[in-house]
């Protein structure tokens, strides 16, 4: 990295991640955020899913055909005087359950919203997760060079379905073939737009003021009254920014802009840079450590198989939660009260990757595994603690898994218990029979873990159809209600990869049903390691 400034100081590291729809823009704003980072010279760049050149990091054939990544890299680029980290969410067919962990271990989240659209399932679901630590949350509403609903309108439907309050930092100045560009409201400044320059920095063109006349020269006497009046209504009916609710995780500073076009991103980048908290602690079994402790700490929110073929290794990524990544240092990984000395930690440069000199909280650094390393793994300078908050979340979509050869049921089951504490998929065995199930959240797992199987294990499997809708993980208070329940819904009962106790229903109806039928028993969508 050519700007190695503020390296150490974490006051000015904005670690985040992007939440969004398939097709809302991740992608392309990925791109933009790098441009202005430096980190790329020239936009389009990072996956090529639509130009056929792929990431460094593709693995498999199967991403290769499908032209889809399924590393969730980081990236780190300088912008405006901080240190940024991107974390990417597999958000296409590699959607899975990476994507909802990785949420775990940023401190902000951008969410990118088609403003065409407003807000889809996906965004949804990853609110819902973002809302178990209240992350805070910044709005870029995205492809304002096409006819979008109206901005209003569109504010209403967030705050109305995601129940979270929206703050206009931007408001636009027409949509579609007459985008003229935003106001922004903190800057009383008309930032004008221009077609065409999608893929540079933009020199911009400014006006001061609200009232200029120079604006209604600039975007036409019309258009200039519509916004003055609209900036009427929108002061008046939207909440103002408020630094500590923002914090909260209950409003959201809202941007518009097109990341096509490359514009009103660095708005947003700046909106980041101020408001979004720097590296925040984490919770352990015994207290918080706060990320301005000395001693080193850090936990595991992913496990990647075989990123590059000539290394054929698996690496966890971790985020630091406090002090400092010393190459060649010593670590205690807690889980299995173990030192180990690690000298070859990975930084990810845009799809790259580099030996790693130094690393500080907010920053992940990848870990060579060798097969000890799990997910939810806290490493330390030495002391004896684990971080929590890094769960497992119940899957989505449900398979029978069965072999071609039924000899090999010991390694089938080895090989999918390892994968799932990996985080690959999650593997269920019903208390009533021998199936087994892989449950996973994206599509893309079911493949992975087959391939996976066959090339590490040895063993080849076929999928059948279940059906199975949803689990839950069960507990109770008390024991003996927990046993009665046992008995009584036996036939719905299945352990997973840790032989924790999983209810697994054939519909959302009969999940809710059993919900009313036993009060004593919790049931619960996501599970801590
Ligand atoms: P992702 O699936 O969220 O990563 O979305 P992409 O970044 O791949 O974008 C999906 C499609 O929308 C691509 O064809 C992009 O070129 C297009 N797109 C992204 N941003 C804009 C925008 O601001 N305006 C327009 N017109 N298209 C956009």
Known sequence: MAEKNHLSDISKRRTFAIISHPDAGKTTITEKVLLFGRALQKAGTVKGKKSGQHAKSDWMEMEKERGISVTTSVMQFPYADHLVNLLDTPGHEDFSEDTYRTLTAVDSCLMVIDAAKGVEARTRKLMEVTRLRDTPIITFMNKLDRDIRDPMELLDEVETELNIACAPITWPIGSGKSFKGVYHLHRDETILYQSGQGHTIQPVRIIKGLDNPELDGAVGSDLAQTLRDELELVVGASNEFDQELFMAGEITPVFFGTALGNFGVDHMLDGLVEWAPAPLGRETEDGRIEADAAA???????????????????????????????????????????????????????????????????????????????????????????????????????????????????????????????GAVQVFRPLVNNDLIVGAVGVLQFDVVVARLKSEYNVEAIYEHISVNTARWVYSEDPRKLDEFRRKAEHNLALDGGDNLTYIAPTMVNLQLARERYPDIQFTHTREH
């Open 296 to 422: 080193f700490s850090g936990f595991v929110f992913k496990i990647q198989a075989n990123m590059d073929p000539k290394h054929r290794d698996r690496i966890a990524f971790c985020r630091i939660v406090s002090g400092k990544y010393e190459k060649g240092m010593k670590m205690k990984h807690t889980r299995i009260g173990k030192d180990v000395r690690i000298a070859d930690a990975l930084t990810f440069l845009a799809g790259d990757r580099a030996l790693l000199e130094e690393a500080y909280a907010g920053d992940i650094i990848g870990l060579h595994n060798h097969g000890t390393i799990r997910i939810g793994d806290t490493f330390t300078a030495g002391e004896n603690f684990r971080f929590t908050g890094i769960p497992n979340f119940a899957p989505e979509l449900f398979k029978r898994i069965r072999l071609r050869d039924p000899l090999k049921q010991k390694q089938l089951l080895k090989g999918l218990i390892q994968l799932s504490e990996e």
